[in-house]
C-alpha cells in the first residue's frame, strides 16, 4: 500500500489550500507530526496482538494433543484468519463485498492442484497460493470495486455461484468428490503430532494476519478508511484516493481469505466444493456479525466457536443452513455491531450512570459541608 507524502507521517493527506483560507489555517506545533508518526511506527499492539494469539493458540493445540477437539479448533483458526480480512472489509472500511468463499476456494483447490498434480511442498504451495490469489484480486477488484455499494455487493454476489458451477463440473479440479491427499503443513511422527505441527503453523498464520490488519487499521490508512466509510465525499475531499483504497483493501481481504482456504484443507486432507457454495458465504458473515464486524478479538473467537457448535451436535449440523440464516437476520435487525457493540454500549451507558451518580454523591458532599459550616459560624 502506498500513500502520498502526508500521510507517510500518520495523517490523512489534504489537498493544498491557497489563498485566504490558507493565510486563516493555524499551522500545527513543530514536531507534532513527527510524534505521531514515532507514535505509529513504534506503536506495541500489533506485535502484542500476535505474540497473544501464538502463545495462547499454541498452548490450547498442545494440550489437547491432536484430538478431534484441536482439530475443530484448527478447523475454526482457518476461518479466523479469513474473517480477520472481513473485519477490515465490512466492519472497518464497510466494502460490501461477499467473494470470501470464492477466494477461499482459490487457497483450497490452488493447494490440493499444486501438491497432488504437481508435486509442490505444503509451504511451497501455500507461499504460490499468496501470489495466485494476490494478482486474481487485482485482476478481479479493478473491475469490481469501480461498482459502488449495492453493485459490489451483487457483483461479487454471483462470484460463487458461478465459481462453484465451474468446480464441480470439472473433472481435473475433482469434481463433486473434490481433491483428496492434500499435506498437512508440517508432518510428525504419528497423526496426532502432525494434527498439533500444522495446527501451530495455522495460529502462527492467524497472527500475523491479525497483526496486519491491526496495523493498517492503526495508521494513517487506517484514517482514510475510516473517512471513505463515514463519507466518500469527505474522503475525496481529504485527499484520499477512493479507487486506490478500495481495490487494496479488496486484495488484502482475498489473500486472507486464500490462506484461510489454504489452512482449511491442510488441516482435512482434502478440498470440497462445497468451500465455494453459498452456505460458506453465510457461516463467514456469521462469525463475523455475531461476534462484532469491528472486534479482531471478537471475529477470532467467534470463528472458532460458531465452527465447534456447527459440528459439536447432529441437529446444529443437520439444519446449519437455517439455523445460520436465522441467527444473522436477527443479529441485523437488531444488533447490526453485534455482541462486541452490545457490551461497548451497555459499559457506555454504565459509565454515564456511574459519573452521574459521582457528580451527584459530590454535588451533595459538597452541599452538606457548606451547610454545617454556614450553620456553625451562625452560632
Known amino acids: 500500500m502506498t500513500e502520498p507524502a502526508a500521510t507517510d507521517r500518520g495523517t490523512i493527506g489534504a489537498p493544498a489550500a491557497t489563498g485566504p483560507a490558507a493565510a486563516d489555517r493555524v499551522p500545527a506545533p513543530a514536531g507534532t507530526?513527527?510524534?505521531?508518526?514515532?507514535?505509529?511506527r513504534h506503536d506495541p499492539v500489533p506485535l502484542s496482538a500476535a505474540v497473544v494469539i501464538i502463545i495462547l493458540g499454541g498452548v490450547v493445540l498442545t494440550a489437547l494433543n491432536g484430538s478431534y477437539l484441536g482439530l475443530t479448533i484448527t478447523t475454526g483458526v482457518a476461518y479466523a484468519v479469513v474473517t480477520v480480512g472481513m473485519?477490515?472489509?465490512?466492519?472497518?472500511?464497510r466494502q460490501l463485498a461477499f467473494s470470501q468463499s470464492v477466494f477461499m476456494g482459490v487457497g483450497a483447490y490452488g493447494t490440493g492442484v499444486l501438491e497432488t498434480k504437481y508435486n509442490f511442498g505444503a509451504i511451497e504451495a501455500l507461499l504460490a497460493v499468496i501470489v495466485l490469489a494476490a494478482v486474481v484480486s487485482l485482476l478481479i477488484g479493478a473491475v469490481v470495486t469501480r461498482a459502488p455499494g449495492l453493485a459490489l455487493a451483487l457483483a461479487t454476489l454471483l462470484l460463487p455461484l458461478f465459481i462453484y458451477q465451474l468446480a464441480t463440473f470439472?473433472?481435473?479440479?475433482?469434481s463433486f468428490s473434490g481433491i483428496n491427499g492434500v499435506l498437512p503443513f508440517v508432518t510428525g511422527d504419528d497423526y496426532e503430532s502432525t494434527t498439533v505441527r500444522s495446527g501451530l503453523v495455522g495460529v502462527l498464520l492467524l497472527g500475523l494476519a491479525a497483526a496486519f490488519v491491526l496495523r493498517i487499521m492503526r495508521s494513517g490508512i487506517g484514517l482514510q478508511l475510516m473517512a471513505m466509510s463515514e463519507d466518500e465525499h469527505l474522503g475525496e475531499a481529504l485527499g484520499v484516493s477512493l479507487r486506490q483504497r478500495r481495490l487494496e483493501v479488496f486484495v488484502v481481504g482475498s489473500v486472507l481469505a486464500a490462506i484461510g482456504g489454504a489452512i482449511l484443507v491442510s488441516s482435512q486432507g482434502l478440498v470440497s466444493p462445497n468451500i465455494l457454495n453459498e452456505s460458506t458465504q453465510i457461516t463467514l458473515l456469521l462469525m463475523v456479525f455475531v461476534p462484532g464486524r469491528k472486534s479482531i478479538a471478537g471475529v477470532i473467537i467467534g470463528a472458532i466457536v460458531i465452527e465447534y457448535l456447527s459440528t459439536s451436535t447432529?441437529?446444529?449440523?443437520?439444519?446449519?443452513?437455517?439455523?445460520?440464516g436465522i441467527v444473522l437476520l436477527i443479529i441485523l435487525l437488531v444488533e447490526p455491531d453485534g455482541v462486541a457493540g452490545a457490551v461497548d454500549r451497555l459499559l457506555g451507558r454504565r459509565t454515564d450512570q456511574w459519573a452521574t451518580s459521582l457528580?451527584?454523591?459530590g454535588a451533595e458532599r459538597l452541599r452538606t459541608r457548606g451547610g454545617g459550616n454556614g450553620a456553625g459560624n451562625a452560632a
Request: hydrophobic fraction near 45%; charged fraction near 10%.
Open 359 to 361: 457528580r451527584a454523591w
Open 33 to 40: 507530526a513527527v510524534q505521531a508518526h514515532r507514535v505509529r
Open 314 to 324: 447432529s441437529f446444529i449440523s443437520t439444519n446449519l443452513g437455517i439455523i445460520e
Open 170 to 174: 470439472s473433472s481435473y479440479l475433482g
Open 87 to 93: 473485519v477490515l472489509q465490512l466492519g472497518y472500511s
